[in-house]
């Protein structure tokens, strides 16, 4: 089993930068993806940035259009954490962020933020004011 632990939430006027971390501790060779997801009140989970962190393909990573180029992953494999650099945050960023990490999709998946990635941590809040 594998616990997730997100850390730097908060808030942030529109066009500010926040970074959050994920630390991974427990049975962490059993994963080599980690993404970043977010849910705001009322709306669907939606994948945000993910990345791979051992599979050999030197940290390939996923963004959907919504945050390509403001949004940033990243990870330090010798502590186990991936990190998430959000520049130039909008309203419409606000939400709990989420730490999810497991096997990575296989190559061509056409759903990478829908596929099962088994281990998921408790959140952490982000608000983004207008």
């Known amino acids: 089993q594998v616990r997730l632990v997100e850390s730097g939430g908060g808030s942030v006027q529109a066009g500010g930068s926040l970074r959050l971390s994920c630390a991974a501790s427990?049975?962490?060779?059993?994963?080599?993806?980690m993404a970043w997801f977010r849910q705001a009140p009322g709306k669907d989970l939606e994948g945000v940035a993910g990345?791979?962190?051992?599979?050999?393909?030197?940290?390939?990573?996923h963004y959907p259009d919504s945050v390509k180029g403001r949004f940033t992953i990243s990870q330090d494999a010798a502590k186990n954490t991936a990190y998430l650099q959000m520049n130039n945050l909008k309203p419409e960023d606000a939400g709990t962020y989420y730490c999810?990490?497991?096997?990575?999709?296989?190559?061509?998946?056409?759903?990478?933020?829908?596929?099962?990635?088994?281990?998921w941590g408790q959140g952490t809040q982000v608000t983004v004011s207008s």
């Open positions: 427990g049975n962490t060779l059993s994963i080599n993806c």
């Open positions: 999810a990490a497991g096997t990575c999709p296989p190559a061509g998946y056409s759903d990478y933020f829908g596929y099962d990635w088994g281990n």
């Open positions: 990345i791979s962190t051992n599979d050999g393909s030197g940290g390939s990573t």
